[in-house]
T-cell receptor, first 113, second 109 residues
Framework: EAQVTQNPRYLITVTGKKLTVTCSQN?????MSWYRQDPGLGLRQIYY???????DKGDVPEGYKVSRKEKRNFPLILESPSPNQTSLYFC????????????FGPGTRLTVT | GQSLEQPSEVTAVEGAIVQINCTYQ??????LSWYQQHDGGAPTFLSY????GLEETGRFSSFLSRSDSYGYLLLQELQMKDSASYFC??????????FGDGTTLTVKP
């Protein structure tokens, strides 16, 4: 089944404890992206990657890191999480030639205390 | 930067037609898309416009006017299951995506 998977789905952690949210897609998509969504707001893009070893900042990259060593994986790293990073996170992917259709993962709900 | 505006809430009755408008600002416009999201679940793609005009996909249609930086999503024959949040999103030619804050559609019997 074609899909985008994220792990973990739920995470409660403490301020300053490094964490990684994994994202993997099995559709051979070139483009991958991370978003965060806060109550009443749309999805805000954190980072995106047009292909392996190519990453770019979105609208809200501060406090986050990403890497794209393989086509299928695009992990999101929070080196020192803070409470303002409590949010719902979505990973998405699309084929490079697709006009715009993005396939979203199920989301990761992160709480930083 | 990029920004979008869409109404925060829309209410309509079952079987009716509803239009959700979206205005945007961007440089290097590439396309405008629409997504549906139920209760914090994964957004799902509905429609996309890169050129001016109307795109129809079943009960959903989307329209774009690049000269007006404006688009809309048209939902016909509304069903209860259409109650959800709808987001417009603009993409520029560098691959950057920006979403609107979403429109909550409530469909009443």
């Amino acid at each position: 089944e074609a899909q985008v998977t994220q792990n973990p789905r739920y995470l409660i952690t403490v301020t300053g404890k490094k964490l990684t949210v994994t994202c993997s897609q099995n559709m051979n998509h070139e483009y991958m992206s991370w978003y965060r969504q806060d109550p009443g707001l749309g999805l805000r893009q954190i980072y995106y990657s047009m292909n392996v070893e190519v990453t770019d900042k979105g609208d809200v990259p501060e406090g986050y890191k990403v890497s794209r060593k393989e086509k299928r994986n695009f992990p999101l790293i929070l080196e020192s999480p803070s409470p303002n990073q409590t949010s719902l996170y979505f990973c998405a992917s699309r084929p490079g030639e697709s006009p715009y259709e993005q396939y979203f993962g199920p989301g990761t709900r992160l709480t930083v205390t | 930067g990029q920004s979008l505006e869409q109404p925060s809430e829309v209410t309509a009755v079952e079987g009716a037609i509803v239009q959700i408008n979206c205005t945007y600002q961007t440089s290097g416009f590439y396309g405008l898309s629409w997504y549906q999201q139920h209760d914090g679940g994964a957004p799902t793609f509905l429609s996309y416009n890169a050129l001016d005009g109307l795109e129809e996909t079943g009960r959903f249609s989307s329209f774009l006017s690049r000269s007006d930086s404006y688009g809309y999503l048209l939902l016909q024959e509304l069903q209860m299951k259409d109650s959800a949040s709808y987001f417009c999103a603009v993409r520029n030619n560098a691959g950057k995506s920006t979403f609107g804050d979403g429109t909550t559609l409530t469909v009443k019997p």
